[in-house]
């Protein structure tokens, strides 16, 4: 059994089921996630006899990265081993004073988007809480980091459970004690898990749209024949987002598609009188997919005329797309090219 991604409850439980005093599971606790240790043994102010009795049944769980791709932007796209001999990705995007993480939370996904390369690999397995924040941990810059965003490989609240566990980790004191300000959860939409969500976190939501026409968004996201979008900002819209908790849509642009004035005025009026703000994203091409990306001119234009209508629009600059680490290109391949 794997240490690392427990919570400090359930290393309590841990603790008392192996006769240790209930101090040892925050001492466990600073180990893990504040030293950030690699084995039982470096756990000093335990126990030698302690130590002995974690070691026969447990391990700390951690993993190191089993490659790195740099992008000729500084873009780093890093590959995790994960069990059952599988792959996940995450993507490490430096910015002046920021430095970003973008992290998986399955292997594959089941949600079936016509533009992502994600999808088109299927569904193999729910990463853990710690799998997840490993990734945070893993990586050559972790002491640079100033946000964590859930919008890699996999569909964040398909892994509910783990998703927040990975969330209460990073922010509680007993944990890395990051601001949940730092960390933004996407969603494609599944209803049930944005309203658990809303209500039992405090990170930022962000929710991919991609189309303002329920019918054109199904033919993109399957989710939408489950969860229209609508019901969705109908939800949304009986929380208070006007603090410092954000709310946002992300909008990957199809040229010829969704990048016109009529979609930008529908998508004025389906979000007119909602906190929020828009990130439009422009589409990275991948194999075997019809869509292609529209001009800078286009984008700019969509940008406007929401900014003009009262909603906060952001074009998102496009990062590492050369080593295939941009928005909707993680595959968790282990490639030759690694």
Not at 67 to 87: A, H, R
Not at 312 to 324: W, Y
Request: net charge neutral.
């Amino acid at each position: 059994m794997f240490l690392f991604g427990q919570t400090l409850e359930e290393l309590q439980q841990l603790c008392a089921e192996n006769g240790l005093p209930k101090f040892a599971a925050k001492q466990i606790c600073d180990w893990l996630y504040k030293k950030r240790v690699l084995s039982i043994d470096e756990m000093t102010n335990l126990s030698l006899k302690a130590r002995a009795q974690l070691s026969e049944n447990h391990t700390v769980g951690r993993t190191q990265p089993a490659d790195c791709m740099v992008s000729t932007d500084g873009t780093k796209k890093y590959l995790f081993p994960v069990e059952g001999g599988k792959y996940v990705e995450s993507v490490y995007i430096p910015d002046k004073e920021r430095g970003t993480i973008c992290v998986s939370s399955q292997v594959g996904c089941k949600m079936g988007c016509k533009f992502c390369v994600t999808g088109k690999q299927g569904f193999h397995g729910h990463l853990s809480a710690g799998d997840i924040v490993n990734q945070i941990v893993g990586i050559d810059e972790t002491d640079d980091l100033t946000n964590i965003v859930f919008m890699g490989m996999g569909e964040p609240f398909d892994n509910y459970d783990n998703v927040l566990k990975a969330t209460q980790i990073l922010t509680s004191d007993w944990g890395f004690a990051m601001s949940p300000r730092r960390i933004t959860v996407s969603t494609v939409g599944l209803l049930p898990r944005i309203r658990d969500f809303v209500e039992q976190s405090q990170c930022h939501l962000a929710v991919s749209l991609h189309s303002p026409y329920g019918d054109e968004r199904a033919k993109l996201m399957p989710i939408q024949n489950s969860f229209a979008h609508s019901e969705i900002v109908r939800l949304l819209r009986k929380y208070d987002w006007s603090g410092q908790r954000r709310l946002s849509f992300e909008y990957i642009m199809f040229r010829g598609l969704n990048d016109d004035l009529l979609h930008a005025r529908k998508l004025s009026e389906l979000l007119r009188g909602l906190h929020c703000r828009v990130n439009l994203i422009r589409f990275h091409a991948s194999p075997d997919t019809p869509f292609a990306s529209p001009d800078a001119n286009t984008m700019n234009t969509f940008r406007d005329y929401l900014s003009n209508n009262g909603i906060i629009c952001t074009i998102r600059a496009s990062r590492g797309e050369d080593i295939m680490a941009a928005c909707g290109l993680l595959a968790g391949k282990k490639e030759l090219n690694y």
